[in-house]
């Protein structure tokens, strides 16, 4: 025997058990018959083993008995309770917990039908009008002898439910908050007198486990009832297989058979019992679907008994004979009948049996699992599988469950949605969907947030040619009266929308590009806001409920109503009409635009308790129209990646998004969770796997698995928009790619999915930034979610907002220095900073001028001109002016000659652009923009006069003789340019096609600014002070004509004019002044027709620069004389001709068959050796001028082709 130095000794336990090693004494020796303890201080040394670190203090309960927990205090109130307990029975109904205050308050845990039933109120009264009482319910099956682990929390009002670590977050009705319990708690059931708010309960009979109340260990305090749960423990048997069945011997030939056994199972359908009676006599059958079945059979009398209820007794009226057979099948038939003598057609059995009883004497399972009594086959002992699939319930949306033995399906009838688990919506989410499909206006239902948790509603839906509005109406549509209210206790005015809650509203208008909701406010001596800073009288709610102080016609941000914006309220120092306080009626009213402020849910109406003060509100529907969510976009251009907060999902997951990429791999979406085992977390992933392949792979706790679209046709990187979209459940999950087949895969038969995700949703690429994808992202929904890629896009880490579209080679070109304004789908012109209107910015907006009109645009005030000079003065030159700038020529949309029939004045230095989305008036720093069609009969006359608040001026004109004339004075030098020598007075509209442009290059040393300029004139000269003389002497009588296309830098007076809605707002009204008779005209000149056939293709084509070339003078004549000759010397050729090839020849007849020539339809003729006289080349032109357009049809093939010099030569 070999020695061996002990230095320590450790100790397990059984798992899950009570078995486990407390104190033990060590003994050695040499000798395996003698053995010495180890001595400590004299005696016996002791030492300690395993420790419970989680005591576990168990209460038994027989049915006859509870437990009383008396406060320390006598009452309990609290603002937050946790209850927690585990518990184990094999009785369905029980009472678990109770406690209850005289407030009406109380809470109470209970089994009904094995399920866990929550009731609790925080109190009510007869003052507040919603009742507190709150029932919630969890699980099934809980009966099963297992332990269930129940846990409550609560703060406030809000409080979960956890069900064996499947929590449920629940809001409590009522308006209190605090739990007021009185004397004490019930545990197990009632002691004493019943309770109030507790009907007759059956007590508790089973196990309780670890009662805790309020950090407060109850089972504790009562000391263990009994070490362990003394219920005796069953021996089920589990049938689960496709032909399972238990065959038991019985006494044959008796004449009365009793069999009696418990059952539990899911199915409609089974079969329960089989015996074949002897003699011949028959069989007996028994198949039924719930409870606990006795059934006894004698002659000529049958009874059978459920649940211990004789509840049906059956009589026959002829004799009935029974001799017992010598076998009982429970459970199913073996395979094949013919040997068992066990003929059924009814399925097999699947659930769960025990306590199986033949001709009154229990049957050994025992002996019958070690095959020493009877058979069986694919059944398993000791056990019961049965599970509830229902609990917690998967069907999403009130969807109803059903289940079997190994499945559950969900009925979706009435709830607006669909699919395996009642998550796909069944109603598009818009009205501009419903448009996009056909529809016609009418009340339709929609679902904003797709498979969220909002339900649909039923909206009208004003289907219109180029946009559908959806309109939601309420129960505020007619005028409220408002008396006896005061900030202290306003009015409430809740303003209940039809058919939908206001969460519901408010995912209708965030998923909207435009919204608008008209609110109008009366009073009588009663205030409205009173004061800009204070706080208002009346104010209304919105999103969120958020307090909104602006009223209709104003904007956020600013505590005013419509009247305070252009300064028309009754009162000038007040910002709103009601502000007045007038014992008279006053108005204001306006639409609210702010789309993330509504839809208003209420108004607060506060000052109308004084004598004789009234208010009367109204609130028109909600109207909203567009869709903000399908075109949020995203462009990745590097390996870049956007994090986003974890995924929230309970049982099911779905994704949607469009992608548009020319690479040919990366990752569009991942996100991960923490580990559910060693080495294994759970993952969802969305990728491009090659150029042919999309893959959506996913590990929700059975390892990896993953599903493929291929495509053979086409690759997926073509740079065009596809849309993908993936779905997850207990179910199945599936994948599908644009209008292929979806790829299914069938999930494992399991009641729970890992859809925990801790670490964040990356976008653009997998964690870490690998596999990083490159391309375009949009519409990204997420369990009805919809990610504001947008909003996270940072030009810095390689994103950028929106994609690439159509504003990068657009079909039509905005004309004229439109702006293209890229709508992914399409595209719009910005025509606000020109002079034109139109798609294109290309129709001509101008006026009449009758004799004596004139048209004055104060561009700035006085004040504003003294600022603006006092900056000029204090900051440093602007850099990037370019002197000698002529420009045009490189402002997108700008096309040389195609402004029409207009001038276009060069400004010098180059000028400072406009603020994007500025709509006043922007003046350059050191240069000006004019630009101006014109046609007339009369001379002399001003067509435009620029003034200022200095000597300078600037001024176009038309002398005595017609001709064109630039008069400006910049410091104290004037400058005279003229700009046609021939006259222009003709009638006809002139186009700067005619005209070349003039340029003109300035000294550093000569002033190059037109200091503070104060109105533009139209027609005439009105400006009071000193005007150049030479310019007096034009002004009179005026001009009489057309005018079209004006600009002044950003200014357009024609378009402001004739364009703004009416009634122009206070300031424009204020800024645009006209004199006589002023009517609109496009001045003659036709709108630039956007042609289908290109310029090459095009026989009438001419270039929109050609030169000039006068009808006039010694040029004509000789012209003319030229042309005569070649036509007179090309007869002469003509007629040579016909006498050399007839001179010596006569016609004569013959029967020669004639020659055949080989005839080949798709031959061409032969090209002519030589083509037209060279024209001279015309002058190049830009290339935003070329219209691409299709190849000509049929009709123009037989038109002369006009071959043209290539524009680089």
Same mark, same amino acid.
């Given at each position: 025997?070999?020695?061996?130095?002990?230095?320590?000794?450790?100790?397990?336990?059984?798992?899950?058990?009570?078995?486990?090693?407390?104190?033990?004494?060590?003994?050695?020796?040499?000798?395996?018959?003698?053995?010495?303890?180890?001595?400590?201080?004299?005696?016996?040394?002791?030492?300690?083993?395993?420790?419970?670190?989680?005591?576990?203090?168990?209460?038994?309960?027989?049915?006859?008995?509870?437990?009383?927990?008396?406060?320390?205090?006598?009452?309990?109130?609290?603002?937050?309770?946790?209850?927690?307990?585990?518990?184990?029975?094999?009785?369905?109904?029980?009472?678990?917990?109770?406690?209850?205050?005289?407030?009406?308050?109380?809470?109470?845990?209970?089994?009904?039908?094995?399920?866990?039933?929550?009731?609790?109120?925080?109190?009510?009264?007869?003052?507040?009008?919603?009742?507190?009482?709150?029932?919630?319910?969890?699980?099934?099956?809980?009966?099963?002898?297992?332990?269930?682990?129940?846990?409550?929390?609560?703060?406030?009002?809000?409080?979960?439910?956890?069900?064996?670590?499947?929590?449920?977050?629940?809001?409590?009705?009522?308006?209190?908050?605090?739990?007021?319990?009185?004397?004490?708690?019930?545990?197990?059931?009632?002691?004493?007198?019943?309770?109030?708010?507790?009907?007759?309960?059956?007590?508790?009979?089973?196990?309780?486990?670890?009662?805790?109340?309020?950090?407060?260990?109850?089972?504790?305090?009562?000391?263990?009832?009994?070490?362990?749960?003394?219920?005796?423990?069953?021996?089920?048997?589990?049938?689960?297989?496709?032909?399972?069945?238990?065959?038991?011997?019985?006494?044959?030939?008796?004449?009365?058979?009793?069999?009696?056994?418990?059952?539990?199972?899911?199915?409609?359908?089974?079969?329960?019992?089989?015996?074949?009676?002897?003699?011949?006599?028959?069989?007996?059958?028994?198949?039924?679907?719930?409870?606990?079945?006795?059934?006894?059979?004698?002659?000529?009398?049958?009874?059978?008994?459920?649940?211990?209820?004789?509840?049906?007794?059956?009589?026959?009226?002829?004799?009935?004979?029974?001799?017992?057979?010598?076998?009982?099948?429970?459970?199913?038939?073996?395979?094949?009948?013919?040997?068992?003598?066990?003929?059924?057609?009814?399925?097999?059995?699947?659930?769960?049996?025990? *306590?199986?009883?033949?001709?009154?004497?229990?049957?050994?399972?025992?002996?019958?699992?070690?095959?020493?009594?009877?058979?069986?086959?694919?059944?398993?002992?000791?056990?019961?599988?049965?599970?509830?699939?229902?609990?917690?319930?998967?069907?999403?949306?009130?969807?109803?469950?059903?289940?079997?033995?190994?499945?559950?399906?969900?009925?979706?009838?009435?709830?607006?949605?669909?699919?395996?688990?009642?998550?796909?919506?069944?109603?598009?989410?818009?009205?501009?969907?419903?448009?996009?499909?056909?529809?016609?206006?009418?009340?339709?239902?929609?679902?904003?947030?797709?498979?969220?948790?909002?339900?649909?509603?039923?909206?009208?839906?004003?289907?219109?040619?180029?946009?559908?509005?959806?309109?939601?109406?309420?129960?505020?549509?007619?005028?409220?009266?408002?008396?006896?209210?005061?900030?202290?206790?306003?009015?409430?005015?809740?303003?209940?929308?039809?058919?939908?809650?206001?969460?519901?509203?408010?995912?209708?208008?965030?998923?909207?590009?435009?919204?608008?909701?008209?609110?109008?406010?009366?009073?009588?001596?009663?205030?409205?806001?009173?004061?800009?800073?204070?706080?208002?009288?009346?104010?209304?709610?919105?999103?969120?409920?958020?307090?909104?102080?602006?009223?209709?016609?104003?904007?956020?941000?600013?505590?005013?109503?419509?009247?305070?914006?252009?300064?028309?309220?009754?009162?000038?120092?007040?910002?709103?009409?009601?502000?007045?306080?007038?014992?008279?009626?006053?108005?204001?009213?306006?639409?609210?635009?702010?789309?993330?402020?509504?839809?208003?849910?209420?108004?607060?109406?506060?000052?109308?308790?004084?004598?004789?003060?009234?208010?009367?509100?109204?609130?028109?529907?909600?109207?909203?129209?567009?869709?903000?969510?399908?075109?949020?976009?995203?462009?990745?251009?590097?390996?870049?990646?956007?994090?986003?907060?974890?995924?929230?999902?309970?049982?099911?997951?779905?994704?949607?998004?469009?992608?548009?990429?020319?690479?040919?791999?990366?990752?569009?979406?991942?996100?991960?969770?923490?580990?559910?085992?060693?080495?294994?977390?759970?993952?969802?992933?969305?990728?491009?796997?090659?150029?042919?392949?999309?893959?959506?792979?996913?590990?929700?706790?059975?390892?990896? =698995?993953?599903?493929?679209?291929?495509?053979?046709?086409?690759?997926?990187?073509?740079?065009?928009?596809?849309?993908?979209?993936?779905?997850?459940?207990?179910?199945?999950?599936?994948?599908?790619?644009?209008?292929?087949?979806?790829? *299914?895969?069938?999930?494992?038969?399991?009641?729970?999915?890992?859809?925990?995700?801790?670490?964040?949703?990356?976008?653009?690429?997998?964690?870490?930034?690998?596999?990083?994808?490159?391309?375009?992202?949009?519409?990204?929904?997420?369990?009805?979610?919809?990610?504001?890629?947008?909003?996270?896009?940072?030009?810095?880490?390689?994103?950028?907002?929106?994609?690439?579209?159509?504003?990068?080679?657009?079909?039509?070109?905005?004309?004229?220095?439109?702006?293209?304004?890229?709508?992914?789908?399409?595209?719009?012109?910005?025509?606000?900073?020109?002079?034109?209107?139109?798609?294109?910015?290309?129709?001509?907006?101008?006026?009449?001028?009758?004799?004596?009109?004139?048209?004055?645009?104060?561009?700035?005030?006085?004040?504003?001109?003294?600022?603006?000079?006092?900056?000029?003065?204090?900051?440093?030159?602007?850099?990037?002016?370019?002197?000698?700038?002529?420009?045009?020529?490189?402002?997108?949309?700008?096309?040389?000659?195609?402004?029409?029939?207009?001038?276009?004045?060069?400004?010098?230095?180059?000028?400072?652009?406009?603020?994007?989305?500025?709509?006043?008036?922007?003046?350059?720093?050191?240069? =000006?923009?004019?630009?101006?069609?014109?046609?007339?009969?009369?001379?002399?006359?001003?067509?435009?006069?620029?003034?200022?608040?200095?000597?300078?001026?600037?001024?176009?004109?038309?002398? =005595?003789?017609?001709?064109?004339?630039?008069?400006?004075?910049?410091?104290?030098?004037?400058?005279?340019?003229?700009?046609?020598?021939?006259?222009?007075?003709?009638?006809?509209?002139?186009?700067?096609?005619?005209?070349?442009?003039?340029?003109?290059?300035?000294?550093?040393?000569?002033?190059?600014?037109?200091?503070?300029?104060?109105?533009?004139?139209?027609?005439?000269?009105?400006?009071?002070?000193?005007?150049?003389?030479?310019?007096?002497?034009?002004?009179?009588?005026?001009?009489?004509?057309?005018?079209?296309?004006?600009?002044?830098?950003?200014?357009?007076?024609?378009?402001?004019?004739?364009?703004?809605?009416?009634?122009?707002?206070?300031?424009?009204?204020?800024?645009?002044?006209?004199?006589?008779?002023?009517?609109?005209?496009?001045?003659?000149?036709?709108?630039?027709?956007?042609? =289908?056939?290109?310029?090459?293709?095009?026989?009438?084509?001419?270039?929109?620069?050609?030169?000039?070339?006068?009808?006039?003078?010694?040029?004509?004549?000789?012209?003319?004389?030229?042309?005569?000759?070649?036509?007179?010397?090309?007869?002469?050729?003509?007629?040579?001709?016909?006498?050399?090839?007839?001179?010596?020849?006569?016609?004569?007849?013959?029967?020669?068959?004639?020659?055949?020539?080989?005839?080949?339809?798709?031959?061409?003729?032969?090209?002519?050796?030589?083509?037209?006289?060279?024209?001279?080349?015309?002058?190049?032109?830009?290339?935003?001028?070329?219209?691409?357009?299709?190849?000509?049809?049929?009709?123009?093939?037989?038109?002369?082709?006009?071959?043209?010099?290539?524009?680089?030569?």
């Amino acid at each position: 025997m070999k020695k061996h130095r002990i230095r320590a000794v450790a100790t397990q336990g059984s798992f899950n058990s009570w078995d486990w090693v407390t104190h033990y004494m060590l003994l050695y020796g040499d000798r395996v018959d003698s053995w010495t303890p180890f001595y400590q201080r004299g005696h016996n040394a002791t030492f300690f083993g395993n420790v419970n670190e989680s005591a576990s203090d168990v209460l038994y309960f027989d049915g006859d008995d509870a437990i009383s927990y008396r406060f320390p205090r006598g009452v309990s109130r609290s603002l937050w309770d946790v209850f927690a307990f585990s518990f184990k029975t094999e009785e369905k109904d029980g009472l678990l917990l109770h406690a209850e205050g005289a407030q009406g308050d109380y809470v109470t845990l209970e089994l009904q039908g094995a399920h866990l039933l929550l009731h609790m109120s925080l109190g009510s009264s007869p003052i507040q009008p919603r009742p507190g009482h709150t029932t919630v319910s969890a699980g099934g099956v809980l009966n099963d002898q297992h332990w269930h682990y129940v846990r409550v929390d609560r703060f406030g009002r809000e409080a979960n439910l956890t069900l064996d670590g499947y929590e449920q977050r629940f809001v409590l009705n009522g308006d209190f908050e605090r739990l007021n319990l009185d004397t004490e708690m019930f545990i197990g059931g009632l002691v004493g007198a019943a309770q109030k708010n507790l009907a007759y309960r059956h007590n508790f009979r089973g196990c309780m486990e670890n009662v805790i109340f309020n950090r407060v260990n109850i089972a504790d305090l009562a000391g263990k009832v009994a070490f362990r749960c003394l219920d005796p423990v069953p021996h089920p048997v589990n049938f689960g297989g496709p032909h399972n069945f238990v065959q038991v011997p019985g006494f044959p030939r008796r004449g009365r058979l009793a069999v009696s056994f418990r059952f539990r199972t899911w199915d409609l359908t089974g079969l329960l019992l089989f015996s074949r009676l002897g003699d011949g006599l028959g069989h007996v059958e028994l198949m039924l679907s719930e409870g606990q079945v006795n059934f006894v059979a004698q002659e000529n009398h049958a009874v059978i008994s459920i649940d211990d209820v004789e509840g049906a007794e059956v009589r026959v009226s002829y004799p009935l004979l029974i001799r017992t057979g010598t076998s009982y099948f429970f459970g199913g038939c073996p395979k094949p009948a013919s040997r068992s003598g066990c003929h059924s057609n009814q399925t097999a059995f699947h659930g769960c049996m025990e *306590l199986l009883k033949v001709d009154g004497q229990l049957v050994n399972l025992t002996l019958v699992e070690g095959r020493r009594l009877g058979y069986y086959a694919e059944v398993l002992f000791d056990t019961c599988g049965i599970t509830d699939r229902c609990s917690p319930n998967m069907c999403e949306h009130d969807g109803r469950c059903y289940q079997s033995w190994d499945d559950f399906i969900c009925y979706c009838e009435l709830t607006g949605y669909k699919g395996e688990t009642c998550h796909q919506p069944l109603y598009k989410e818009s009205c501009e969907a419903y448009r996009l499909s056909g529809k016609t206006s009418g009340n339709f239902t929609i679902d904003p947030d797709g498979s969220g948790p909002l339900k649909p509603f039923v909206v009208y839906c004003d289907i219109r040619e180029n946009r559908a509005w959806t309109v939601v109406r309420h129960d505020r549509l007619w005028t409220t009266r408002v008396t006896g209210s005061s900030m202290e206790r306003p009015f409430l005015g809740a303003v209940q929308y039809w058919n939908a809650s206001w969460e519901e509203v408010s995912a209708l208008a965030n998923a909207s590009q435009h919204c608008e909701q008209w609110i109008e406010f009366s009073c009588y001596n009663s205030r409205l806001l009173n004061t800009a800073g204070g706080y208002p009288y009346s104010f209304w709610i919105g999103r969120n409920e958020e307090q909104h102080f602006y009223w209709g016609g104003s904007q956020p941000g600013i505590q005013r109503c419509a009247c305070g914006l252009d300064r028309s309220c009754v009162d000038p120092a007040l910002h709103c009409n009601c502000d007045a306080d007038q014992p008279q009626w006053r108005t204001d009213k306006g639409l609210l635009t702010f789309v993330d402020h509504l839809p208003v849910t209420q108004v607060v109406v506060g000052d109308t308790n004084r004598s004789s003060s009234e208010a009367q509100f109204f609130l028109r529907p909600l109207r909203c129209y567009g869709d903000r969510n399908s075109w949020n976009t995203i462009a990745f251009h590097t390996g870049a990646a956007l994090r986003f907060p974890p995924i929230q999902a309970n049982h099911s997951l779905d994704v949607s998004f469009y992608f548009r990429t020319s690479a040919p791999s990366g990752v569009f979406l991942e996100n991960t969770g923490g580990p559910y085992c060693q080495w294994r977390r759970p993952y969802v992933r969305v990728e491009l796997n090659t150029s042919r392949d999309v893959v959506f792979a996913f590990d929700v706790g059975n390892g990896d =698995e993953n599903l493929t679209v291929h495509s053979d046709d086409f690759e997926f990187n073509d740079d065009e928009w596809h849309l993908v979209r993936a779905e997850i459940n207990v179910k199945q999950a599936r994948l599908r790619v644009d209008h292929r087949p979806w790829v *299914l895969r069938p999930m494992p038969l399991q009641t729970y999915l890992w859809l925990e995700y801790d670490q964040p949703l990356y976008v653009g690429s997998a964690e870490l930034k690998r596999r990083p994808f490159v391309g375009c992202l949009r519409a990204m929904r997420l369990n009805g979610v919809t990610l504001n890629l947008e909003g996270r896009a940072n030009a810095s880490e390689g994103t950028s907002p929106n994609c690439t579209g159509h504003c990068a080679h657009p079909r039509f070109p905005c004309f004229h220095g439109g702006r293209c304004v890229e709508r992914y789908s399409y595209y719009t012109c910005d025509c606000d900073l020109t002079a034109f209107d139109g798609p294109y910015c290309n129709h001509d907006i101008g006026g009449f001028f009758e004799p004596g009109t004139w048209m004055r645009y104060n561009l700035q005030s006085a004040l504003r001109s003294a600022a603006r000079e006092f900056s000029h003065m204090l900051s440093r030159p602007v850099p990037g002016y370019e002197p000698g700038y002529i420009p045009g020529y490189d402002t997108p949309g700008y096309v040389p000659g195609y402004h029409g029939p207009g001038y276009r004045l060069p400004d010098y230095p180059r000028p400072g652009r406009p603020v994007p989305g500025y709509r006043g008036p922007v003046y350059n720093v050191t240069g =000006e923009e004019v630009s101006f069609s014109f046609s007339t009969h009369s001379a002399p006359a001003v067509l435009l006069y620029v003034s200022s608040f200095v000597r300078d001026y600037m001024a176009v004109l038309i002398k =005595e003789d017609g001709t064109l004339q630039l008069r400006y004075q910049l410091g104290t030098s004037p400058y005279v340019y003229q700009l046609t020598t021939r006259p222009v007075t003709d009638g006809q509209p002139h186009s700067v096609d005619y005209f070349p442009l003039t340029e003109q290059k300035f000294s550093l040393l000569v002033d190059s600014q037109l200091d503070s300029p104060k109105a533009l004139y139209l027609g005439r000269v009105m400006e009071t002070g000193v005007i150049d003389p030479e310019i007096q002497r034009y002004n009179t009588p005026g001009f009489s004509g057309c005018l079209s296309g004006v600009r002044f830098n950003n200014v357009a007076p024609l378009k402001s004019h004739f364009r703004t809605p009416r009634p122009m707002t206070s300031e424009l009204a204020e800024a645009l002044r006209v004199q006589g008779e002023l009517s609109e005209s496009n001045c003659g000149a036709m709108p630039r027709l956007v042609s =289908e056939v290109p310029p090459e293709l095009d026989p009438w084509y001419l270039p929109p620069d050609f030169p000039y070339y006068h009808d006039d003078g010694w040029v004509a004549i000789l012209l003319g004389f030229l042309v005569a000759f070649l036509l007179l010397g090309l007869v002469g050729m003509l007629v040579l001709f016909y006498l050399q090839n007839h001179r010596y020849k006569g016609s004569y007849h013959t029967n020669e068959p004639k020659a055949t020539h080989d005839y080949h339809p798709g031959s061409k003729p032969p090209l002519p050796t030589s083509g037209p006289a060279q024209a001279p080349a015309p002058a190049p032109t830009p290339a935003s001028t070329q219209v691409p357009a299709p190849a000509p049809g049929p009709r123009d093939q037989n038109l002369p082709q006009i071959l043209e010099e290539s524009r680089s030569e």
